[in-house]
């Protein structure tokens, strides 16, 4: 285990973030070294992987933990393919689409580690990785134990699981090779760019679909190593229909998709991009041009400037619609 002390943090927002301590793991053994240096700290600890999906302050006063477990291995007895938490997310679908697996090619192109994608239960396109987890194996480093959560225990929902409130270090996830035997092409992006471009469902191989998703990914996301972002700042609400206010604007200039009879997720890109011109300019950050659900930074921004932008943006989707927007991004406090 290699310990250094204030460190930078790597982030995709490239906010100016310092970890007091700051933890390498390269091997299972270096587990009870980091729980004695912890209990002995007494300091607050963050895990992380590629930090595409956290805003940080300008110090973190506590211990900042980064595993690096990169192995790969099929697991021929329960169907299953596993990968260490430091392993590319993209990458390891790559992997699995090398060896003619099917499920994973939806998630394509998701920014981040495989560690972290159970964390808010990574989606896009139609797909969770909720849906390819057969389980997940931890280190909790406050109580020193190993522990295997199995699909159910992780309490999977819309971006969240049981991964974002306790002390569980995720060094390996396990996933189903035999889970999907079609691929899923409902998605209306997806299908938009298969009539554009002339493509036939029925001839389109997993690889298709996985350059596929990267170039509509390409058209509407901005790289984060041109131009700092974390990704969705926002989740879509899940709400009582008749809930929204409407006295401003119409139903029908709303994206909505229908859960049942009386409740709808609502795609908050659309309320954003309706108010976006009522927004009062901030240093530092802005919304990314192609994508309002996007919040990006010139490189000079702090974790101040970032959350009072979105306080401001839902304080102004609150007074036009009644709808209070929850923050997508790990807030880091110390
Ligand atoms: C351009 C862009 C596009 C994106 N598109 C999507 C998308 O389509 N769908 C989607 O769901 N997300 C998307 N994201 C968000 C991001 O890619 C995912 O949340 C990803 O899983 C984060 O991985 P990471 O390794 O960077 O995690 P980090 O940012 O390092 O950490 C995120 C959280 O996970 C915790 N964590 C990380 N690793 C571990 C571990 N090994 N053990 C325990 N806890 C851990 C951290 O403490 C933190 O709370 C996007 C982000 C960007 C920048």
Redesign the pocket.
Same mark, same amino acid.
Request: glycine residues 12%; charged residues 10%; aromatic residues 6%.
């Given at each position: 285990m290699n310990i250094y002390k204030n460190k930078l943090i790597n /982030? @995709?927002l490239r906010l100016n973030s310092i970890a007091n301590y700051f933890i390498e793991l390269t091997d299972k053994n270096d587990f009870i070294e980091l729980h004695k240096f912890i209990k002995i700290k007494n300091l607050p600890v =963050? %895990?992380? !992987?590629? !930090?595409? /999906? %956290?805003v940080l302050p300008d110090i973190f006063e506590g211990i900042v933990v980064k595993?690096n477990f990169n192995e790969i291995n099929f697991n021929e007895y329960n169907n299953t393919i596993s990968a260490g @938490? @430091?392993v590319n997310?993209h990458e390891f679908v790559i992997h699995t689409i090398n060896n003619n697996i099917v499920g994973f090619e939806n998630?394509s192109s *998701?920014?981040? +580690?495989v560690?972290? +994608?159970p964390?808010? /239960?990574? !989606? $896009?396109y139609g797909q969770e990785v909720s849906n390819l987890i057969e389980s997940v194996d931890?280190y909790d480093y406050i109580n020193n134990e190993f522990i295997s959560l199995n699909n159910n225990d992780c309490n999977f929902s819309y971006?969240d699981s049981i991964?974002?409130k306790n002390n =569980? =270090? *995720?060094?390996k996830l396990n996933f189903y090779t035999d889970s999907h035997k079609e691929h899923n092409l409902e998605y209306d992006s997806i299908k938009k760019y298969m009539t554009n471009n002339s493509i036939d469902p029925k001839n389109i191989t997993t690889r298709d679909v996985s350059r596929m998703i990267t170039d509509i990914?390409s058209i509407t996301?901005?790289?984060?190593i041109e131009i700092p /972002? $974390? !990704? +969705?700042f926002f989740k879509n609400n899940v709400i009582n229909k008749s809930d929204i206010k409407l006295d401003r604007f119409s139903i029908d200039e709303l994206v909505l998709w229908e859960i049942d009879s009386e409740k709808v997720k609502v795609g908050t890109a659309r309320l954003i991009e309706l108010i976006k011109n009522e927004l009062t300019k901030f240093d530092n950050v802005e919304i990314y041009e192609n994508h309002s659900l %996007?919040l990006i930074t010139n490189k000079n921004a702090n974790q101040k400037n970032v959350i009072d932008f979105a306080e401001h943006i839902k304080e102004r989707i609150y007074d036009t619609f009644h709808i209070t927007l929850e923050i997508?991004? $790990?807030v *880091?406090s110390n």
């Open positions: /982030n @995709s =963050l %895990v992380i !992987g590629e !930090g595409t /999906n %956290v595993p @938490s @430091s997310w998630l *998701i920014p981040g +580690s560690g972290a +994608s964390i808010q /239960n990574i !989606g $896009a931890c971006r991964f974002k =569980l =270090l *995720i060094y990914r996301l901005p790289d984060p /972002n $974390a !990704g +969705s %996007v997508e991004p $790990a *880091i």
